[in-house]
């Protein structure tokens, strides 16, 4: 049983600042690439940014220059820092993980999800 658990959602002002975690958990045997999706209401699902094991990185256009993701691969943790804040920010950010299990067989890959996060930024 593999979990993602996200956090450090909130309430901030336009211009503010957050620092988001998603930690996995289980019986995990290696994580692949990690990566954060928000989704507004009335809208789609939609990518933020995604780190491979090795630290490459990926940005929609929409958050380059003001988001920063990263992980702590001896922690099972991927982080995204947040700044200069818009409205349009607004959504519930989740966590997805790429990740290999051995459970009494060959190794399976798959994508888990976290539960989601809340950020709801003011003007």
């Known amino acids: 049983q593999v979990q993602l658990v996200e956090s450090g959602g909130g309430l901030v002002q336009a211009g503010g600042s957050l620092r988001l975690s998603c930690a996995a958990s289980g019986s995990i045997f290696s994580i692949n690439a990690m990566g954060w999706y928000r989704q507004a209401p009335g809208k789609q699902r939609e990518l933020v940014a995604t780190i491979t094991e090795g630290g490459s990185t990926n940005y929609a256009d929409s958050v380059k220059g003001r988001v920063t993701i990263s992980r702590d691969n001896a922690k099972n943790t991927v982080y995204l820092q947040m700044n200069s804040l818009k409205p349009e920010d607004t959504a519930v950010y989740y966590c997805?993980?790429?990740?290999?299990?051995?459970?009494?067989?060959?190794?399976?890959?798959?994508?888990?999800w976290g539960k989601g996060t809340l950020v709801t930024v003011s003007s």
């Open positions: 997805n993980a790429r990740i290999s299990t051995v459970v009494l067989g060959p190794i399976s890959v798959r994508d888990y």
